[in-house]
């Protein structure tokens, strides 16, 4: 039996539009709009369409959002006056630097130097420290997807068997760490590990954020599996693919994201929900 579609662009909506509903009465009973920005260095065409959507999305849940855009010859201190300035902008609750950024700024100095009070991204040290040891923090928007979609499919994580493939500091292992506290058995796998499809197929839950098209073959996966695709690859085509082979998984899985559709849309929803809670928590409202 082919799997169950877990649909991304449904549950986003969803959560867009209960977003919608706290905005609007947050503006009702406090005359507070929930401020976001995001900063483009250059060009990258990618970057753009997602810096937009970003933005769009903000505002039709009632946000105010800004978006600044640089040249990608902007020097690293011109990056960090821009960061700077949104850390000091009472407007502004929550905002993102769209990387990647342009060879001569360094990302890590740029993350740094984000107010970790105002850090929508869930990037800065702090609260990948926070999250690590399971005390709150702001966790990434992409591993904040990749939970509730799980959650589509098994309600109770305790026991099962997680594994991860990819460990970059923004989606593998702080998904590995959310999953570790809803008591999963925990396998983060990644470019030197050996015999993927092995660790793979002891996996209930797999997730694959690698950026390698259709890397993880049917056969890699446990029946019944369910199975997150964070991968956004695109091929000489013009085609968008993910990191699983979606032809053949779909028939093993129990649960599966397509791409597009699925962890993309949720990406955004939960950055806009991480800049909510970072409004709340700022202003004092809870
Ligand atoms: P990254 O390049 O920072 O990390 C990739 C990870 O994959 C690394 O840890 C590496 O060890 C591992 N890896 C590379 N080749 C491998 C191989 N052959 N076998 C096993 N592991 C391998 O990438 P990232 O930022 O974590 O993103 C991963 C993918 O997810 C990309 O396709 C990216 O575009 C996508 N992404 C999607 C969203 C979304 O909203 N859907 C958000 C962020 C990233």
């Given at each position: 039996m082919a799997a169950r579609i877990l649909d991304g662009k449904a549950l986003a909506a969803s959560i867009r539009a209960e977003l919608a509903t706290k905005v609007a009465a947050l503006k009702a009973k406090h005359r507070i709009t929930p401020g976001i920005a995001v900063l483009l260095v250059g060009e990258d065409p990618a970057s753009q369409i997602y810096v937009r959507?970003?933005?769009?999305?903000?505002?039709?849940?009632?946000?105010?959002?800004?978006?600044?855009?640089?040249?990608?010859?902007?020097?690293?201190?011109?990056?960090?006056?821009?960061?700077?300035?949104?850390?000091?902008?009472?407007?502004?609750?929550?905002?993102?630097?769209?990387?990647?950024?342009?060879?001569?700024?360094?990302?890590?100095?740029?993350?740094?130097?984000?107010?970790p009070a105002k850090d929508a991204d869930g990037f800065h040290v702090t609260n990948a420290g926070l999250v690590f040891q399971a005390r709150g923090g702001v966790a990434p928007a992409t591993p904040l997807g990749c939970m509730a979609l799980i959650k589509l499919a098994r309600t109770d994580l305790t026991g099962l068997e997680a594994v991860v493939i990819g460990r970059s500091n923004t989606v593998g292992k702080p998904v590995a760490q959310l999953l570790l506290k809803e008591h999963c058995t925990v396998t983060i796998a990644h470019s030197k590990s050996k015999d993927l499809a092995a660790i793979a197929r002891r996996a209930d839950i797999l997730v694959a954020a690698v950026g390698r098209s259709e890397l993880v073959r049917g056969h890699w996966i446990k029946p019944g599996a369910v199975v997150i695709d964070v991968g956004i690859n695109r091929g000489a085509d013009g085609k968008v693919r993910g990191d699983v082979a979606f032809d053949e998984a779909v028939e093993i899985a129990g649960a599966i994201?397509?791409?597009?559709?699925?962890?993309?849309?949720?990406?955004?929803?939960?950055?806009?929900?991480?800049?909510?809670?970072?409004?709340?928590?700022?202003?004092?409202?809870?």
């Open positions: 959507n970003k933005a769009k999305a903000a505002t039709e849940v009632g946000f105010f959002a800004r978006e600044v855009k640089l040249t990608a010859t902007a020097t690293e201190r011109e990056v960090l006056a821009a960061v700077d300035a949104f850390n000091k902008d009472d407007a502004i609750d929550g905002f993102l630097v769209q990387l990647p950024l342009p060879p001569q700024v360094d990302p890590q100095r740029v993350i740094d130097a984000v107010d994201t397509p791409v597009p559709g699925g962890v993309g849309p949720m990406t955004i929803a939960c950055l806009l929900q991480n800049t909510l809670m970072l409004c709340e928590r700022r202003r004092a409202l809870n």
